[in-house]
């Protein structure tokens, strides 16, 4: 059985930092795109960044460039997202994707193409 298990969530001030992981089990993500999305109160679900199966490619929403930063360890099965200078719009659940299935690095941005989805992890940020 596939799951992917975020972590890391939590309670922060404006301007603190946390850390997300999402770890992969019941088969190895080593050779596929994962992704990683929220979902404020109220809002659509959106895509926050993006990472190929190597770890060359990384994309990023323009809302969070240069602030977050997603990474993966392969040998461990999991991604991370290094959340930086927080703001309270960026309050909202934070949800791991993985394998865009046949799709190209090019449907990185499109949630229907992720085959597979963690339970999500809540990022809360007081002003």
């Known amino acids: 059985q596939v799951q992917l298990v975020e972590s890391g969530g939590g309670l922060v001030q404006a301007g603190g930092s946390l850390r997300l992981s999402c770890a992969a089990s019941g088969r190895t993500f080593s050779s596929v795109t994962m992704g990683w999305f929220r979902q404020a109160p109220g809002k659509d679900r959106d895509f926050v960044a993006a990472?190929?199966?190597?770890?060359?490619?990384?994309d990023y929403a323009d809302s969070v460039k240069g602030r977050f930063t997603i990474s993966r360890d392969n040998a461990k099965n999991t991604v991370y997202l290094q959340v930086n200078s927080l703001k309270p719009e960026d309050t909202a659940v934070y949800y791991c994707a993985a394998d865009l299935g046949g799709s190209t690095w090019y449907y990185r941005l499109f949630q229907n193409k992720y085959r597979y989805w963690g339970q999500g992890t809540q990022v809360t940020v007081s002003s």
């Open positions: 990472i190929r199966w190597n770890g060359d490619s990384t």
